[in-house]
T-cell receptor
Framework: NAGVTQTPKFQVLKTGQSMTLQCAQDMNHEYMSWYRQDPGMGLRLIHYSVGAGITDQGEVPNGYNVSRSTTEDFPLRLLSAAPSQTSVYFC??????????????FGPGTRLTVL | KQEVTQIPAALSVPEGENLVLNCSFT??????LQWFRQDPGKGLTSLLL?????REQTSGRLNASLDKSSGRSTLYIAASQPGDSATYLC??????????FGTGTRLKVLA
């Protein structure tokens, strides 16, 4: 199993540009999520999904869109990039436990810089 | 709002020492708790998961416990090695799909 994969690994954007961060998992996990990691602030949840066709907002959803058309893929879209979105983005997946997310597995991250 | 504090923020110890990392939640109603390791510039590696019916988990030299009455968790590392140098993160969920993360403890083990 490849686990959780993310592309690209690095990206530089100009303010106002749009892009999609890709995330895929081959473990048949129902639950997938996107986090951003900023110095001194830990990981913050952006959006999450509990299954194909179902998404919900996390702690910092503004400026980001997601969709979940398949179990395997959970792309994150930046519609109009801003410098405040410069961060490291992580995708994670897990089995859905009895009440919520179970053990999470993380991808290697995408390092995004917005100029 | 659930918040997570990890103490200490940074720690430097000589090789061979036993050490304890602490994690505390403002809301003690924690359902699942997970400890991670993160190496510089890398993703997160899952170390231990304590599920709702459990109080502790062990893997090799690592032991994690959760006191649900206080909302506090500890990660115990026995006989530390230079290869243990990394940032250690704890994260918990209160029975929802939202894991809340601490800001981590940066550990350096000196040879």
């Amino acid at each position: 199993n490849a686990g959780v994969t993310q592309t690209p690994k690095f990206q530089v954007l100009k303010t106002g540009q749009s892009m999609t961060l890709q995330c895929a998992q081959d473990m048949n996990h129902e639950y997938m999520s996107w986090y951003r990691q900023d110095p001194g602030m830990g990981l913050r949840l952006i959006h999450y999904s509990v299954g194909a066709g179902i998404t919900d907002q996390g702690e910092v959803p503004n400026g980001y869109n997601v969709s979940r058309s398949t179990t395997e893929d959970f792309p994150l879209r930046l519609l109009s990039a801003a410098p405040s979105q410069t961060s490291v983005y992580f995708c994670a997946s897990s089995y859905q436990g009895l009440a919520g997310a179970n053990e999470q597995f993380f991808g290697p991250g995408t390092r995004l810089t917005v100029l | 709002k659930q918040e997570v504090t990890q103490i200490p923020a940074a720690l430097s110890v000589p090789e061979g020492e036993n050490l304890v990392l602490n994690c505390s939640f403002t809301d003690s109603a924690i359902y699942n708790l997970q400890w991670f390791r993160q190496d510089p510039g890398k993703g997160l590696t899952s170390l231990l998961l304590i599920q709702s019916s459990q109080r502790e988990q062990t893997s090799g030299r690592l032991n994690a416990s959760l006191d649900k009455s206080s909302g506090r968790s500890t990660l115990y590392i026995a006989a530390s090695q230079p290869g243990d140098s990394a940032t250690y993160l704890c994260a918990g969920t209160s029975g929802t799909y939202k894991y809340i993360f601490g800001t981590g403890t940066r550990l350096k083990v000196l040879a």
